[in-house]
């Protein structure tokens, strides 16, 4: 198996830990006595710290040497199941939801690093000339996605049969899976990293405060990344709430573990395509087109009736979430230099978990106090606005790109 079949293996473990961690949550805490808003001020508060440490595990990463990005991969995952043992022996109510919490942080700590090693892999590859073909970024994340179905579907017929302990042994399996994969991948850009350091010191001045620089630098990206927040926000609050959908229209948990597997089986195919489509549509342009199937979507589950209904709106994951967990990673890897790689992928995590802060937060606060058809009303707005952001921003991107073409 070559870097290409284990980072394949990385992807598919990676993802099955956030199945564990954000498609669980709600369930879990839950059996502790949690409300739905007081979840949703857990997670936000949580949310905030992981998008703090995200920023900072990216400047890590990016400087190399024994802290790379596989290795902080193997710190986090061995941190990940530390924190899912302790779990599994708590019955204190805040303890229980400290410690989830905490495991939130990792697996978006994680989730930057594991997508930038795709684009070192192919560095790495390239310098080595040994023949490998360079790693598909959307088929190994397609891979993540079917895994993540796979787990879901057998969770929820686990935890419908056994509680709530399936999910804390399960975490502590794919945090394993992980820290295995990530030692299986022979990564050799240590090396040359450690020798990039020996620079001279203002010049690790200057990397050291590219932070603000960096916003300065992108300022498309930024605003294209402000868009995405607010699509974001939508998607985890169907996510976080989807049971409280479900039980709108009738429905029970068992719905919402098939209604996730539907979802993620459906993100399957674009992913494994996605090349493909890459070469007919710009990145900007397919999630432009991803903002507009979500609005799509949120029209449907506020017209939804029946369980069934949901289901349908499940299937549009292929051109919603699907779309965008490719597109953002390529556009960002397109429009930043070599240099920003990790905080650039840093920053689409950071999107991800501002969207789990934000509809989290904001969700469970709409949830308890006025429903889940002002939930989902909610949602409307943020997802009609978002998508306009992000149009601005393609268009913006592109007139950029013939500026400079023509000169």
Not at 248 to 259: N, Q
Not at 295 to 312: G, T
Not at 378 to 403: D, H, N, P, S
Request: charged residues 15%.
């Amino acid at each position: 198996m070559g870097l290409t079949g284990r980072y394949r293996l990385l992807q598919a473990a990676f993802w099955m830990m956030f199945c564990v961690g954000q498609g669980y949550i709600t369930f879990y805490l839950t059996h502790y006595g949690y409300t739905t808003g007081e979840i949703g001020m857990l997670t936000a508060a949580f949310g905030l710290v992981a998008a703090l440490t995200q920023t900072r595990v990216g400047r890590l990463s990016d400087r190399g040497g024994r802290y790379n990005w596989r290795a902080l991969i193997r710190i986090l995952s061995v941190l990940c199941f530390i924190l899912m043992l302790t779990l599994s022996f708590l019955k204190e109510k805040y303890l229980v939801g400290l410690f989830y919490g905490l495991f939130i942080v990792g697996i978006n700590a994680m989730l930057p690093l594991v997508n930038a090693g795709c684009f070192y892999l192919n560095q790495e590859i390239a310098a080595n000339e040994s023949g490998e073909k360079p790693i598909d970024f959307a088929f190994a994340r397609g891979l993540g996605s079917l895994s993540f179905a796979i787990l879901s579907f057998t969770l929820g017929r686990l935890t419908a049969a056994f509680g709530k302990s399936p999910v804390t042994i399960a975490g502590m399996g794919v945090a394993l899976c992980i820290f295995f994969a990530a030692s299986l991948i022979c990564y050799e850009g240590n090396a040359q990293n450690e020798k990039d350091q020996a620079q001279p010191d203002e010049e690790n001045a200057a990397q050291e405060n590219d932070g603000r620089g960096f916003f300065a630098r992108y300022p498309v990206v930024m605003t294209m990344m402000a868009g995405l927040v607010c699509v974001l926000t939508f998607h985890n609050i169907i996510n976080t709430y989807l049971l409280q959908i479900m039980q709108r229209v009738g429905g029970d948990s068992s719905h919402m573990d098939t209604a996730l597997a539907i979802a993620g089986l459906c993100e399957v195919p674009t992913m494994f395509l996605f090349v493909k489509i890459k070469k007919r549509f710009s990145s900007g342009c397919l999630l432009v087109v991803s903002g507009a199937v979500y609005i799509l979507r949120v029209l449907l589950m506020i017209a939804a009736r029946s369980v069934s209904m949901i289901y349908a709106t499940e299937v549009l994951q292929l051109a919603t979430f699907a779309l965008y967990a490719s597109a953002a990673v390529y556009y960002v890897e397109e429009m930043v230099e070599e240099k920003d790689r990790t905080k650039g992928q840093a920053l689409v995590g950071g999107v991800s978990t501002l969207g789990q802060v934000i509809g989290n937060l904001a969700g469970g606060f709409v949830l308890q106090y006025f429903g889940v058809g002002n939930l989902l009303l909610t949602g409307c707005v943020l997802i009609t606005f978002g998508t306009a952001v992000i149009t601005i921003a393609y268009r913006k991107g592109r007139a950029e790109k013939q500026a400079l073409a023509q000169r």
